[in-house]
């Protein structure tokens, strides 16, 4: 059982942390109170002993803005867990000052320790005094002065080695133009000019799912064709889409009525793309 606590000052990354943590595969807690952690964390534990899962782990947010007051207890809480050979991964994510009190103004998000009485820059400071006990004892810790969103999620992967490269979920769908092209995909491809197995009296009411009608489309050089290039389009683009910090793609393939060319471009496709190890979810609009 691994388990990650993400911590550090309000508006270093810790969101974009999670998040990342999340698109690969982690069990994400934000914000979790200090008293809550031994209990999880012991939970987590029998629950692995007694069914492991694919999941690599889970990653807990802490930090000030639930009893700030209670920070200090962290380090004890953490080492009471070893006894019960609990060693979670501290990741501690910081920030100088000035930019700090500037992505706050442009976010125009409140500090959570800020009051009446304390500015925004002396509440930066006050968390960072509360935090300092676990920043020493950070196992990993990130400075995100100088990092945008997309380098700070490269970081996070290659820290956490385990868990580096991104493979992307893929959502793929077969519809029929004549009965409209579905809204919010990322990629729509039309495979109206390939044969068409209605014209064949005896696949006429078959599908795309069915061995004669797969048969037949594998007999023509035209579909292989556009199999391979819709393929060899994302094999060659698809990690430039992770590195981007893409967790999904959505694909639409569409023919005249939804039943046979798209539905069976979308299944060679699923088969490929779960090759490459790709979580896939197909859908056939039509066929539902």
Not at 63 to 82: K, M, N, T
Not at 195 to 210: F, K, S, Y
Not at 216 to 241: G, K, N
Request: hydrophobic share 40%; net charge negative.
């Amino acid at each position: 059982m691994e388990l990650i606590i993400v911590s550090g000052l309000s508006g270093a990354g810790k969101t974009v942390a999670l998040h990342t943590l999340e698109d690969i595969g982690y069990t994400c807690i934000d914000n979790l109170p200090l008293f809550l952690l031994s209990q999880l964390a012991l939970g987590l534990q029998q629950q692995f002993s007694t069914a492991p899962t694919e999941s690599p782990g889970t990653a807990i947010g802490i930090d000030a803005r639930s009893q700030p007051e209670h920070l200090h207890q962290l380090p004890a809480a953490l080492h009471a867990l070893s006894a019960h050979h609990i060693s979670p991964h501290i990741l501690f994510l910081d920030a100088h000052t000035e930019t700090l009190i500037r992505r706050f103004s442009e976010t125009r998000r409140k500090h959570p320790l800020t009051r009446n009485e304390r500015s925004l820059a002396e509440a930066i400071e006050y968390e960072r005094e509360l935090l300092d006990p676990l920043r020493q004892i950070a196992h990993t810790q990130i400075d995100t002065t100088h990092t945008n969103l997309h380098e700070l999620r490269d970081l996070i992967r290659s820290c956490l080695g385990n868990c580096a490269h991104l493979n992307t979920s893929i959502l793929l769908q077969s519809f029929g133009f004549k009965h409209g092209v579905p809204e919010s995909f990322d990629f729509v491809f039309d495979v109206r000019c390939l044969p068409n197995p209605h014209w064949q009296a005896e696949l006429r009411t078959l599908t795309g799912l069915d061995a004669p009608v797969i048969y037949f489309l594998e007999q023509s050089a035209q579909v292989i064709q556009m199999r391979d290039d819709i393929m060899q389009f994302f094999t060659r683009w698809l990690p430039a889409f992770e590195q981007d910090g893409r967790s999904y793609l959505t694909i639409a393939i569409g023919c005249t009525g939804g039943q046979h060319r798209s539905v069976y471009m979308v299944e060679a496709l699923r088969h490929q793309f779960t090759a490459q190890g790709h979580r896939v979810i197909v859908r056939h609009r039509e066929l539902s």
